[in-house]
């Protein structure tokens, strides 16, 4: 093999490499994006059981001594199941804090203290309950690293294509 041979084989193989990265790359994501949208569908199958909200605040706190104050809204309920009372604090399964007091005090909006409600209580474990659904964006948005997939597998395939090719001739 010559070294102009060596060229478009070393080039072929990069290419068949990067496709095969980005279509892994694109299946990671796609697998987070589905995880997210299966964990928000979840609790839309959970019983929906009446609750009492008994507090309700926001918390101010600084992640590190240097950063700037992180604010999020602080809520219990009560709730029943069977014959047993449980205190519930999510108002949604994932719910982060925001550098915007005002965010925060939104969401409490909602739930004055005293107030009576619906939560959704998981079957399997009585003591998880939230008082919202995570969003169904993920799904939503699943095409795009799906297009990375498809892009990745295809460059992966011609190239391989090329030089298997190549190597017949």
């Known amino acids: ?18 496709g095969l990265f980005l279509a892994a790359a694109g299946l990671l994501f796609t697998w987070v994006l589905w995880t997210a949208w299966q964990r928000a569908e979840e609790t839309r199958r959970w019983p929906v059981v009446p609750c009492r909200i008994v507090s309700a605040r926001v918390v101010s706190e600084r992640p590190t ?10 809520i219990r309920y ?14 949604k399964r994932v719910d982060s804090a925001s550098q915007h007091e005002d965010n925060a005090r939104r969401k409490l909006e909602a739930y004055p203290v005293g107030s009576e ?4 209580v998981d079957p399997a474990d009585p003591t998880m309950a939230v008082l919202r659904h995570d969003t169904r964006a993920a799904l939503y948005s699943i095409w795009f690293p799906l297009l990375f997939v498809a892009g990745g597998g295809v460059m992966a395939w011609r190239a391989l294509l090329s030089l298997s090719r190549r190597t017949r001739s």
């Open 1 to 18: 093999m010559t070294n102009s041979d060596a060229s478009p084989l070393a080039g072929r193989l990069w290419l068949a490499a990067m």
């Open 65 to 74: 001594p240097n950063s700037n104050p992180a604010h999020r809204a602080e």
């Open 78 to 91: 009560e709730y029943r199941v069977g014959d047993q009372t449980y205190t519930g604090s999510r108002i």
């Open 117 to 120: 409600t619906v939560c959704h």
